[in-house]
Nanobody, 123 residues
Framework: QVQLVESGGGLVQAGGSLRLSCAASGFTFSNYAMGWFRQAPGKGREFVAA????????YYADSVKGRFTVSRDNAKNMVYLQMNSLKPEDTAVYYC????????????????WGQGTQVTVSS
């Protein structure tokens, strides 16, 4: 069955960096776009970044553009989110998700989700 397992979250000071990883299994990883979303306490799930199946195109929310970088390694079935210049407002649970097909910011187009990893940015 499809499994997505995130790791790499933690507590970091504002201005710091973290790298999230997502290990995928149970499907042909290289055939599908992947996305990252986040959910802060009391808020809805928010699109963060997406990457096409070949990794040749990436998309970002305006709030993270220029600070976050999404990448993938199809040989290892891994997708990553490098987060730099972190801000307290980046505090959230971060989720990796498998798209039904294309890279998109619409959460409804993702059909499998990981369990999430907590990122906390202190001021």
């Amino acid at each position: 069955q499809v499994q997505l397992v995130e790791s790499g979250g933690g507590l970091v000071q504002a201005g710091g960096s973290l790298r999230l990883s997502c290990a995928a299994s149970g499907f042909t990883f290289s055939n599908y776009a992947m996305g990252w979303f986040r959910q802060a306490p009391g808020k809805g799930r928010e699109f963060v970044a997406a990457i096409t199946y070949r990794g040749d195109n990436t998309y970002y929310a305006d709030s993270v553009k220029g600070r976050f970088t999404v990448s993938r390694d199809n040989a290892k079935n891994m997708v990553y989110l490098q987060m730099n210049s972190l801000k307290p407002e980046d505090t959230a649970v971060y989720y990796c998700a498998k798209s039904r097909s294309t890279a998109t910011m619409r959460a409804g187009e993702y059909n499998y989700w990981g369990q999430g990893t907590q990122v906390t940015v202190s001021s």
